[in-house]
C-alpha cells in the first residue's frame, strides 16, 4: 500500500498536465483485485477467441449447411440440423465403417448404438480406444513414476529409457508398430506354418494390419508404449512435490509402506494424477495420425478420422457438423471433469 | 467459364504482347506439379523452346506433394478461392473429372479445339475417357499413362519347361487358370517363399486398381456397361454382387487359402499367394519380388524399372499382361474381359481464372508433341500417352522399359479408369473396406458384396442429392 501511496503522490492532482497515459495509469490502479486479474487475461481471452473459438462457431455454422459436392461453392444450402440428425440417425452412410466389433454383441448390450452407422461405429472406436489406452497408460505412468522417485543408482538412466518413447514423433512410432507387422518385415507375424507365437496364442490372425480388432489393439498398446512416458512424467512431478517429512513421521508412527502410500501418497498425488488423465482423455479423443500410419482409417475408423476423410472427400458440411461434435464431446468431458473434482484442488485446473 | 476464357484471352494476349515483369520480359507460367518435374525444370524449358514454345514463355513447377490426396485437395482450396495461379494444373486421371463437373477447369475443346481433336483420336482412349466431360468435351491432356502388368521370373519359368518367348506370353495373354497352375509349379519347383505378390490392402489403390482389374478380368463391374462408369450418379446399376465380381473373389480366396477354402473357386490352382497381401500397398509387395522370393508379382511400370535395374533382376525379369478370367467376347459387360489393365496416370490441365490463357494454351499444345513427351519418358519415365510412340525404335532404345513396350502398349488398350464421379471419393473407401473383408480370413464373398450395394446405392442417392 505504501508503494500505491507514493505512486498516487508522484501523479499531479492537477489532471490534464499528466495526459491520457497518466490517466491510464491512474485508471488501471483505481481498479479491484478482480477487475485488475480480468485486465491482465483480457489479451488471453483475445487470443483464444481468435484461435479457438472464431474457428468452432465457424466450424457450427458450416455444419448446418449441405455438402455440395457438385458445385464448385464450398458448401450448399443451410441445411439447419439436418447433417446432425443424419448422421446420429445413420442416414448420411457418405464416409467409413467398418465395424470392428461384432453388431449383435453392441446392439444386444446398447441398442441404440448402430455400429452399421458410420458415425456411431466411430464414436464407438473413439471410446473404446480412449478408455482403454487411458486406463493402462495411468496404471503403467504410475508405476513408472513410483519407480523413478525412488533413490537408486541408475535412475537417470532408467528416467531417459521410459522419455525416449514420449520424443518419438507419432508418424516414425506408426512406421514401427506397422512394419513390426508386416510379414516380410516384421518378426511379431507369420504365414500359415509359420505362425509367431502370438498368433498361435490366437492373438493376432495372420493380416493384423487389415483386420479391424487386431489393428484397434496394435494401435492401442502403440499408444500405450508411448504415452505411458508423459503421464509418468506428470505423475512424477506430483509425486516429488509432497513433504519427504509426512513419510518420516508415518515411519515413526510405525505405517507400513502400504500404508503409506495409502494415506499420503494416493491422495496427495490423486490431483496429479486427474490432470495427467484429463490431457490425456482430451488427446486419446482426438486419435487420427497413430491409425492412419499403423492401419489406415479403412480398418479403424475413429471421430477424427471421419472428420479429415469426409473434408478429403470434399463433404465440408459433414466433416464439419463430426468436428464439432467431436469439440462438443471434449468440452462436456472437460466440464464435467473440472466440476466434479475443483473441489479437490486440481492444482488450480 | 465463357466469360472468364474470354478475359483471360484477352488479358493473356496482353501479357505476350507486352510481356510481365517476372524477369527478362517473358511470361513465367506455374505449373503444379511434383518434385519429379521440378527436377528437370531447366530442361523441360528447353524441351518445350525446341519443341515449338515461344521463347518469351517459361514454366515454372510448382512441387507439390507427391501423394494425390493432397495434391487433390490444394487443387480444391486454389480453384475454389479463384486463384489465378498456378496457370497451369497437373491433374491425376482418377480425379479430374469431379473439377471437371464442377466446371473448375478451362473448357479445352472449345478454346483449342484442333488439339483436343488430336487429343481424341491419337492418344489413349482411357486416358482421353477420364479428362471429358459427359458432352464429350475435353478438359486436360493426358501428360503420360499409368498402367499395370505382371512382372515374372523368366529364369525360373524358363527352367520348369514354359517358353515365354515362343509363346509370346509378352502380348498374348493368359487365363488365371493357367497363371496359377504354372506359378505354383515354378514356386513349388524351387521351394520359393511366395508364388504371386500383389496389393489387397484397404486403401484407395484396392477400389480403383486391383480390385476394378481382378473383376473386370471376369466380366464384372462395379455400375454395368462402362458407360456408366462416369455417371449418371444415382441412375445407373450396381453390378457389384454379380457373378463375376464374386467369381473373382473366389479365386483371390483360393490364391490365398488354397482349394479347401469353403468359397474356392473351381479350375483355380490354390495356396500361391501370401496372406499378407491383404495388409499390402505397392511397396511392401514389390520388395518380395526384387528380392527374389516371388514368382509373378503385380504392379505399375515404375516396379518394371526397379526390378529390370542390372542389380536385380535384369534381363531375368519377364512382363506380360494381366491374366483374366474371362475373354472380351464372353464378358457380361462390354469392354470387360481380357487381359484388363487398371488405368492410373496424370493430364495437364489449364486454370480458368489464369490471366495467361492463351500462353498456358501454347505449353499444353507443345507437350503434345512427341519429342517432349520423349524426354519425359527418357528423363523420369513418364510414358508417352500415344500408343504409336511406344512402337517407335527410340522408344525400344529406352533402358529397361524399352525391352517392355509391347507388354505396356498392351496394357495401355486394355486399361480400364476407375469409375470416377463426384461419389467415387465417397464410395471409394467403402468398395476397398469390403473387397478386403471378403477375401480376409472369415470372409464372404457374396455376402460382402450384398453389404457393399446397398452401401453404394445409398451413397450413390445422396450424391445425386446433392
Given at each position: 500500500m505504501?508503494?500505491?501511496?507514493?505512486?498516487?503522490?508522484?501523479?499531479?492532482?492537477?489532471?490534464?498536465?499528466?495526459?491520457?497515459?497518466?490517466?491510464?495509469?491512474?485508471?488501471?490502479?483505481?481498479?479491484?483485485?478482480?477487475?485488475?486479474?480480468?485486465?491482465?487475461?483480457?489479451?488471453?481471452?483475445?487470443?483464444?477467441?481468435?484461435?479457438?473459438?472464431?474457428?468452432?462457431?465457424?466450424?457450427?455454422e458450416m455444419s448446418l449447411h449441405a455438402d455440395a459436392l457438385r458445385s464448385a461453392e464450398a458448401v450448399g444450402a443451410f441445411v439447419g440440423l439436418q447433417n446432425y440428425t443424419e448422421l446420429l440417425t445413420g442416414q448420411r452412410r457418405s464416409n467409413l465403417i467398418r465395424p470392428f466389433i461384432p453388431s449383435v454383441a453392441i446392439n444386444g448390450a446398447f441398442p441404440f448404438i448402430h455400429v452399421r452407422n458410420p458415425f456411431t461405429t466411430a464414436l464407438t472406436a473413439t471410446f473404446i480406444f480412449t478408455i482403454v489406452s487411458v486406463f493402462f497408460e495411468t496404471i503403467i505412468g504410475f508405476g513408472q513414476a513410483l519407480v523413478l522417485d525412488q533413490d537408486f543408482r541408475g535412475r537417470r538412466w532408467v528416467r531417459v529409457a521410459i522419455i525416449i518413447p514420449w520424443a518419438v514423433p507419432i508418424v516414425i512410432q506408426g512406421m514401427i508398430f506397422f512394419l513390426m507387422f508386416q510379414p516380410n518385415v516384421g518378426f511379431l507375424v507369420g504365414g500359415p506354418g509359420n505362425q509367431t507365437f502370438l498368433q498361435q496364442l490366437g492373438v493376432f490372425s495372420s493380416t493384423p494390419l487389415s483386420t479391424p480388432r487386431d489393428s484397434m489393439l496394435i494401435v492401442i498398446v502403440a499408444d500405450i508404449w508411448k504415452t505411458s512416458a508423459f503421464m509418468a512424467l506428470l505423475i512424477l512431478a506430483g509425486l516429488q512435490s509432497i513433504d519427504r517429512s509426512l513419510y518420516d513421521v508415518a515411519k515413526v508412527s510405525g505405517a507400513s509402506k502400504w500404508q503409506q502410500f495409502k494415506m499420503i501418497t494416493l491422495p496427495l498425488v490423486f490431483p496429479t494424477v486427474m490432470v495427467a488423465m484429463l490431457f490425456r482423455t482430451i488427446a486419446a479423443l482426438r486419435i487420427y495420425g497413430l491409425i492412419e500410419t499403423v492401419s489406415t482409417c479403412n480398418t479403424v475408423p475413429s471421430l477424427s478420422c471421419l472428420v479429415v476423410k469426409s473434408f478429403g472427400q470434399r463433404?465440408?458440411?459433414?466433416?464439419?457438423?463430426?468436428?464439432?461434435?467431436?469439440?462438443?464431446?471434449?468440452?462436456?468431458?472437460?466440464?464435467?471433469?473440472?466440476v466434479n473434482f475443483a473441489r479437490s484442488d486440481m492444482g488450480g485446473v | 467459364m465463357?466469360?472468364?476464357?474470354?478475359?483471360?484471352?484477352?488479358?493473356?494476349?496482353?501479357?505476350?504482347?507486352?510481356?510481365?515483369?517476372?524477369?527478362?520480359?517473358?511470361?513465367?507460367?506455374?505449373?503444379?506439379?511434383?518434385?519429379?518435374?521440378?527436377?528437370?525444370?531447366?530442361?523441360?524449358?528447353?524441351?518445350?523452346?525446341?519443341?515449338?514454345l515461344s521463347k518469351d514463355i517459361t514454366i515454372e513447377v510448382l512441387a507439390g506433394s507427391s501423394i494425390t490426396d493432397q495434391r487433390q485437395q490444394k487443387y480444391t482450396q486454389w480453384l475454389s478461392s479463384n486463384r489465378e495461379e498456378p496457370a497451369l494444373l497437373m491433374t491425376d486421371?482418377?480425379?479430374?473429372?469431379?473439377?471437371?463437373?464442377?466446371?473448375?477447369?478451362?473448357?479445352?475443346?472449345?478454346?483449342?479445339?484442333?488439339t483436343a481433336k488430336m487429343v481424341k483420336n491419337e492418344y489413349f482412349e482411357a486416358s482421353v475417357n477420364t479428362a471429358l466431360d459427359e458432352n464429350g468435351n475435353l478438359f486436360a491432356v493426358p501428360l503420360y499413362p499409368d498402367f499395370p502388368t505382371m512382372l515374372y521370373r523368366k529364369d525360373l519359368v524358363k527352367k520348369a519347361g514354359y517358353d515365354p518367348e515362343g509363346e509370346n506370353w509378352a502380348t498374348k495373354s493368359m487365363t488365371w487358370k493357367r497363371f496359377s497352375k504354372i506359378t505354383k509349379e515354378v514356386m513349388n519347383q524351387n521351394s520359393m517363399k511366395y508364388g504371386y505378390t500383389f496389393q489387397f490392402k484397404s486403401y484407395e489403390g484396392l477400389s480403383c486398381c486391383d480390385f476394378n482389374e481382378f473383376i473386370s478380368s471376369y466380366g464384372g463391374a462395379y455400375f454395368g456397361p462402362l458407360k456408366n462408369l462416369f455417371g449418371p450418379v444415382g441412375d445407373r446399376p450396381i453390378t457389384v454382387d454379380e457373378k463375376p465380381v464374386v467369381d473373382a473373389l473366389r479365386m483371390l480366396r483360393t490364391f490365398i487359402y488354397g482349394n479347401n477354402d469353403p468359397h474356392a473357386l473351381n479350375g483355380i490352382t490354390g495356396g500361391i499367394a501370401p496372406t499378407a497381401v491383404l495388409q499390402w500397398a505397392e511397396d511392401p509387395s514389390l520388395q518380395p519380388f526384387t528380392n527374389g522370393n516371388a514368382v509373378m508379382h503385380r504392379n505399375w511400370p515404375y516396379a518394371i524399372n526397379t526390378a529390370g535395374a542390372e542389380d536385380k533382376l535384369g534381363k531375368d525379369l519377364g512382363v506380360m499382361p494381366i491374366p483374366y478370367g474371362v475373354e472380351k467376347s464372353k464378358a457380361k459387360y462390354k469392354g470387360t474381359g481380357g487381359p484388363v489393365a487398371a488405368l492410373g496416370g496424370w493430364h495437364v490441365a489449364i486454370n480458368p481464372n489464369t490471366p495467361e490463357t492463351e500462353a498456358a494454351k501454347e505449353v499444353v499444345r507443345t507437350m503434345t508433341k512427341e519429342d517432349v513427351q520423349f524426354k519425359l519418358f527418357q528423363e523420369i519415365g513418364w510414358l508417352p500417352?500415344?500408343?504409336?510412340?511406344?512402337?517407335?525404335?527410340?522408344?525400344?532404345?529406352?533402358?529397361?522399359?524399352?525391352?517392355?513396350?509391347?507388354?505396356?502398349?498392351?496394357?495401355?488398350?486394355?486399361?480400364?479408369?476407375?469409375?470416377?464421379?463426384?461419389?467415387?471419393?465417397?464410395?471409394?473407401?467403402?468398395?476397398?473396406?469390403?473387397?478386403?473383408?471378403?477375401?480376409?480370413?472369415?470372409?464372404?464373398?457374396?455376402k460382402a458384396m450384398t453389404n457393399l450395394k446397398s452401401q453404394l446405392k445409398d451413397i450413390e442417392n445422396s450424391s445425386k442429392k446433392n
Open positions: 505504501a508503494t500505491e501511496s507514493e505512486t498516487q503522490g508522484s501523479i499531479p492532482r492537477d489532471s490534464g498536465k499528466g495526459g491520457p497515459y497518466r490517466a491510464g495509469v491512474r485508471w488501471v490502479e483505481n481498479l479491484g483485485d478482480a477487475a485488475f486479474a480480468y485486465l491482465l487475461l483480457l489479451p488471453v481471452f483475445l487470443l483464444l477467441g481468435v484461435i479457438a473459438f472464431w474457428p468452432l462457431l465457424r466450424t457450427f463433404a465440408y458440411g459433414t466433416s464439419a457438423a463430426v468436428a464439432f461434435i467431436t469439440a462438443a464431446i471434449i468440452g462436456v468431458f472437460v466440464t464435467v471433469y473440472i | 465463357k466469360a472468364v476464357g474470354a478475359s483471360g484471352v484477352a488479358v493473356g494476349l496482353a501479357g505476350c504482347i507486352y510481356g510481365d515483369d517476372s524477369g527478362g520480359g517473358g511470361t513465367t507460367l506455374k505449373i503444379a506439379s511434383d518434385s519429379d518435374l521440378k527436377d528437370v525444370q531447366g530442361k523441360l524449358n528447353n524441351w518445350l523452346h525446341n519443341a515449338g486421371s482418377g480425379w479430374s473429372i469431379p473439377f471437371i463437373a464442377r466446371g473448375q477447369l478451362l473448357n479445352l475443346s472449345e478454346n483449342m479445339s484442333k500417352p500415344r500408343p504409336s510412340s511406344l512402337d517407335s525404335k527410340r522408344a525400344k532404345e529406352v533402358p529397361v522399359m524399352g525391352r517392355y513396350l509391347d507388354q505396356l502398349r498392351i496394357a495401355g488398350k486394355n486399361a480400364i479408369p476407375r469409375p470416377v464421379t463426384v461419389a467415387w471419393p465417397q464410395e471409394s473407401s467403402k468398395i476397398a473396406q469390403q473387397a478386403n473383408s471378403a477375401v480376409g480370413e472369415n470372409g464372404n464373398p457374396q
